[in-house]
């Protein structure tokens, strides 16, 4: 029997600072479904990202804090709106997965190049 998989949506972070701009830095994979989503980030930001590199971190962590309180509708409107000066979010792509945690790591490994 295969096993089942589910739609999700995917969105890829690239970062814009002077040292890598255009990047891909990270991935959420979201499901619209349930509202669970799933975030990978980076994790070498000094290495990645110069001068900016704290900034950044402290960004990425703040990711998922913000999903959590926000909730999914705010928390999407608020990246696409204010993100921009120092991460890019594109839009939402549908991808299918047998779990959020599973494809973002998938996902993770085969955009971002650490």
Not at 5 to 33: H, N, Q, Y
């Amino acid at each position: 029997m295969p096993i089942a998989t589910r739609p999700v949506e995917l969105r890829r972070m690239e970062a814009r600072t002077l040292l890598a701009l255009g990047e891909p830095c990270g991935v959420i994979v979201f499901d619209p479904a349930s509202g669970e989503a799933a975030f990978r980030l980076r994790r070498d930001w000094d290495d990645f990202a110069g001068e900016e590199a704290p900034t950044l971190a402290a960004l990425a962590q703040d990711l998922e804090l913000k999903y959590s309180e926000m909730g999914p509708r705010e928390f999407f409107s608020w990246i696409d709106s204010s993100l921009s000066a120092s991460l890019a979010v594109d839009d939402m792509r549908p991808v299918a997965g047998r779990s959020v945690d599973t494809l973002a790591q998938a996902l993770y490994r085969q955009t971002v190049h650490s």
